[in-house]
């Protein structure tokens, strides 16, 4: 029996795991008392892990060679490696060479390794020319991101776990930690028994099992947490408890964001939220003075407030403006660069942060430079050696989809992900796929919506067969092990990408050193590491062999010799031109799609406790059903007694781009006019077509594909539906 350390494959938390195996086969997992993200603890996803790769229900069967389909809808068949990565290159070349580097596209993960995410942004925007390449991290924490950085200058959550211990005050405000990221979830409660005086605040539309725990619970209406967060400063206005002298050091904005609150008072902010204003003070109030109920006697000495966040403030038309908001009242009151204080954005995905840090994106550039800037476009082609990058932005993720359903790209390389189950607007989705000329799919899983629709497919090593990096909600750096050998013909992704590269060298720069020289995963973390000397999250003395010694570590670490730093800002000097934070004045603005007289009910979507993404993964363990086994539409009520629905009876929810039919739920925790439906479940375990045609692509054929403008990221938690009797 051997055990590997690795890394849990899941959330954002990156909690640390220990695998054993005996030849090929992975027998075990525990956690790994030495992680620092969890110190030995796994929640029910995790702990299940080795029932993934050895699960009797084979959901997603896993992919073992490479298969062609000769005609769309066509069956599959095997073909050789050679011929498959041959293939990949010649059509790339081809479409390319025929209508120009953005006729092509990547759709890449968050759940891909750091290395991975590496190869396949140089092999877009240094080899092929085209800055088409986005992830469905754009799903994720686009709009965290796009926060930060208009706030703080930087794309860099401030904070640490260790934050937990020191907060007077706990603020979550679209987030479900005690299922989404339950680790975290034990963290505080271990920090609540230590100190019984810190106050819990949620917000959330749903009455989730993290709301139970709080001391004060603000379900407010889809959509409104601007109107919300701009009435709690409104409050600490009136009332004097900012921190004037704090503000006029260290901040810039402030009169102008003075003046944008000044009209959403908390009785105006109460009728659009939905929440009593009295509650809305009180929220303003422990916010201010870190769960005390008394002022502190001097400012200074105010305790400490952490707000928590997630999905439910980025995945929205106004995700930017919702966590910049959140941020100015972090600043307002100082509670930012001290113990227990800051904005911390919990990481969806498991490397949404690694990704970014290469510039994995449609609009970024790697060690976080911005595709915009002539010198950081500059400065990467001359890390990468090729003659220039490409000035023109990508297309982000749902841009991608909506320029290959008008025809403009051509061929699209999917990469461990499943848009046709995961991306909101399935019909568009499925439009631009059938659009496309040629869909590459390089995946672990043969049975994905998404492989349905793919030309050729790529089988991809997983969790517990390859080695890299990943990055969790901390900044901290853990490696990614290999326990086993990968089953059949599945190579690792970076592997594959260097592969195809190769080829495409071939063909577009012939007789030159080539741009992709790697042999090992860590050869391709050495020279991101390199990429990111002198920038903010500057890597270069966090060697493999540092991390194998001292275990996993948080960015910065530009010194070999010195520890990493786990919290950000603690000299108040921000990562602005001038060092000052800026205070950001948007209006508080409805939902995209506001519901009317047809379309009454405010549907929103989320996580399950014991199921991930797709349900690739995770529904291949039987243990894991247990919880929820089988989608549902979760109402209150009142809404069923006024539809004359009962508990288990068939519905049907129409959007204004589709149909699906569920049992419904009565569950008194959502909102009445308000409907839940989880995200997991789409066409490949739904079935098909219902028995009148209607496709079972899953809630996110209701939901629309209108973005944030600034981060570009959808808003996949509210959709305007009618219920009725199926
Ligand atoms: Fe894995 Fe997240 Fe659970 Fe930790 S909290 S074991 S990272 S799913």
Not at 1 to 15: L, N
Request: charged share 20%; hydrophobic share 40%.
């Amino acid at each position: 029996m051997r055990e590997t350390k690795s890394t849990c494959p899941y959330c954002g938390v990156g909690c640390g795991v220990i695998i054993t195996s005996e030849g090929d086969q992975i027998t075990g997992v525990r956690g790994d008392p030495a992680h620092p993200a969890n110190f030995g603890r796994l929640c029910s996803k995790g702990s299940t892990l080795h029932g993934t790769a050895t699960a009797p229900v084979k959901l997603h069967e896993r992919l073992r060679q490479p298969m062609q389909r000769l005609q769309r809808g066509g069956a599959l068949t095997p073909l050789a490696w050679a011929t498959a990565l041959d293939t990949v290159a010649a059509r790339f070349a081809t479409i390319a060479a025929t209508h120009g580097p953005d006729a092509l596209g990547f759709y890449i993960s968050g759940q891909l390794l750091t290395e991975d995410y590496y190869v396949f942004n140089k092999l877009a925007k240094g080899l092929l020319g085209t800055n088409n390449i986005d992830t469905n991290s754009r799903l994720c924490m686009s709009s965290a991101v796009a926060g930060y950085k208009q706030s703080l200058g930087a794309d860099a959550p401030p904070c640490s776990y260790e934050d937990f211990d020191h907060a007077g005050c706990l603020f979550i405000a679209g987030a479900n930690p005690a299922w989404a990221h339950p680790i975290l979830f034990r963290r505080i409660e271990d920090a609540r028994r230590a100190n019984p005086l810190m106050k819990l605040i949620v917000v959330d539309p749903r009455r989730t099992d993290t709301a139970e725990e709080a001391d004060l619970f603000l379900q407010i209406q889809p959509g409104s947490d601007v109107a919300l967060f701009h009435a709690m400063l409104h409050v600490m206005v009136w009332e004097g408890w900012i921190d004037a002298a704090w503000i006029d050091a260290h901040t810039a904005g402030w009169d102008a964001l003075k003046r944008q609150v000044h009209g959403m008072g908390p009785r105006e902010a109460a009728r659009i939220c939905g929440v009593p204003a009295e509650a809305i003070v009180q929220a303003a109030r422990w916010f201010a003075w870190g769960g005390a109920d008394t002022p502190p006697a001097e400012a200074s000495r105010r305790a400490a407030t952490l707000s928590l966040y997630c999905q439910g403030l980025n995945q929205s038309s106004s995700g930017t403006a919702k966590n910049s908001a959140l941020i100015n009242l972090h600043l307002a009151c100082a509670q930012i660069g001290r113990p227990g204080a800051g904005p911390f954005s919990l990481t969806g995905q498991p490397n949404a942060m690694g990704g970014r840090e290469v510039g994995g994106m449609a609009t970024l550039l790697s060690g976080h430079r911005e595709l915009t800037n002539p010198q950081h476009r500059a400065e990467v082609a001359a890390l990468w050696g090729v003659d220039a990058v490409p000035e023109k932005p990508g297309h982000a993720a749902m841009a991608m989809f909506e320029a290959a359903a008008r025809g403009e790209v051509k061929a699209l390389w999917i990469a461990c992900t499943n848009p046709a189950q995961s991306l909101p607007d399935q019909a568009l989705v499925r439009e631009a796929l059938a659009k496309c000329e040629f869909v590459v799919l390089q995946e672990a899983f043969g049975g994905t919506e998404t492989a349905a629709l793919a030309d050729l497919l790529l089988p991809a090593s997983t969790w517990g067969e390859k080695e890299g990096t990943v990055t969790n909600s901390e900044r901290r750096i853990s490696r990614v092990r290999a326990a086993v050998a990968a089953p059949g013909e599945a190579r690792e992704d970076w592997r594959i990408v260097v592969d195809v590269a190769q080829r495409l060298e071939a063909r577009l720069r012939p007789g030159r050193p080539t741009l992709f020289p790697y042999a090992t995963p860590e050869s391709v973390w050495n020279e991101h590491r390199e990429t990111t000397r002198g920038r903010d999250l500057d890597i270069t003395g966090l060697s493999w062999a540092r991390l194998e010694a001292e275990g996993p570590q948080p960015w910065p670490c530009p010194d070999a010799a010195a520890p990493a730093t786990a919290r950000l800002y603690t000299d108040f000097r921000f990562a602005t031109a001038d060092g000052r934070a800026r205070f950001v004045d948007t209006a508080w603005k409805p939902v995209a799609e506001g519901c009317d007289a047809r379309h009454p009910f405010a549907l929103t979507t989320g996580r399950l406790r014991d199921q991930w993404h797709g349900l690739s993964r995770s529904g291949t363990v039987t243990k894991l059903w247990a919880h929820a086994p089988q989608p549902v539409v979760q109402l209150h009520p009142q809404d069923l007694a006024r539809r004359g629905l009962r508990e288990g009876e068939l519905a049907e929810l129409k959007s204004r781009r589709g149909s699906l039919v569920l049992p419904v739920q009565a569950d008194a925790r959502i909102a009445p006019l308000q409907a839940f439906v989880a995200m997991h479940w789409g066409e490949a375990v739904l079935a098909g077509r219902d028995a009148q045609g209607r496709l079972r692509a899953g809630v996110n054929q209701l939901m629309h594909g209108k973005v944030d403008p600034q981060s570009l990221q959808p808003e996949l938690k509210h959709a305007a539906i009618a219920i009725g009797r199926a």
